[in-house]
């Protein structure tokens, strides 16, 4: 088992966001949580869900990937 690293920004427009091991983590409160976090794969709708994510300090951070589309 390796250590990993672990960075939290504390300012400007990404506030609270992780940074693990130098894969972007955005931060959610538990009523906030993405539509995508309540599942792994849709195959009515053929899409991937949440399958990477942490829990520390009142936030449920789930990693980003940003979209293709903008």
């Known amino acids: 088992m390796s250590l990993q ?5 504390t300012k400007g427009e990404k506030k609270n966001w ?3 091991d130098g894969e ?12 995508k976090f309540a599942y792994i794969y849709d195959e009515m709708e053929d899409r991937e869900g949440v399958t990477n994510w942490f829990n520390m300090g009142g936030y449920t951070y789930v990693h980003y990937e940003p979209s293709i589309w903008g």
């Open 5 to 9: 690293s672990i960075k939290l920004i």
């Open 18 to 20: 992780v940074i693990l």
């Open 24 to 35: 972007p983590y955005k931060p959610y409160l538990i009523g906030e949580l993405p539509k």
